[in-house]
């Protein structure tokens, strides 16, 4: 049996590449678990499926419609890139409407990527887990990590703070802090007021 015959490259682009285009777009709007690769090829088919069954009045018009042969290749990114990039999109939208939220989980698994995502500004205290504590300035230069990698803040500025807690004053010719999850007991976030 050649797998590399034009029915079986015809079969693979229609049945996996959409699946995997669209599961690979999810993942990068709502990062999580990645699934092994038997797995992935199975729900890559499946979204596959589920792609030409939304598809399936567009694409039985256009058949009738149409009888010039060269034309499918206008109509093949439609249904091969674009529709599965836009089913995800559309997919992720849901998931994050009130209805859904309170019969489903939320598309982004970790509070950690729910509140950096955002990418607002913020004055950040980082307790350790020995007890000291970090402050700084989570602003445009600063940069959380995202699931599925483990959790690190990069903070662009470090700062002193008073007896009571308060920002006194960037630390002098700071270039930031990284601190790894490991390291963190709990982070406090304040508002920060441009």
């Known amino acids: 049996m050649d797998i590399w015959s034009q029915d079986k490259l ?30 992935r090829m199975i729900d890559a088919i499946a979204y596959s499926s589920i792609n030409y069954a939304l598809l399936a ?14 034309s499918i290749y206008l109509v093949s990114p439609l249904f091969l890139v674009a529709a599965p990039l836009l089913w995800a999109y559309l997919w992720k939208r849901l998931r ?23 990418r607002k500004p913020h004055w950040v205290k980082i307790t350790l887990n020995n007890g000291t504590i970090i402050a700084g300035k989570f602003y445009n230069r600063s940069f959380a990590s995202s699931s599925p990698a483990e959790e690190q803040l990069y903070l ?16 002098n010719d700071t270039a930031g802090v990284l601190v790894l999850s490991k390291n963190i007991s709990h982070v406090e976030f304040r508002e920060l007021k441009e």
């Open 10 to 39: 015809v079969l693979f682009m229609l049945f996996v590449i959409p699946g995997f285009i669209g599961m690979k777009f999810y993942e990068l709007l709502c990062p999580g678990t990645y699934k092994d690769s038997s797995a």
């Open 57 to 70: 009045p567009f694409l039985w018009s256009w058949r009738l419609s149409t009888n010039y042969p060269l």
């Open 96 to 118: 994050e409407t009130e209805f859904f939220q309170k019969n489903a989980p939320h598309p982004i698994e970790k509070p950690w990527d729910f509140f950096f995502r955002q």
């Open 156 to 171: 662009e500025e470090t700062w002193l703070l008073d007896d009571k807690g308060k920002f006194l004053r960037k630390i």
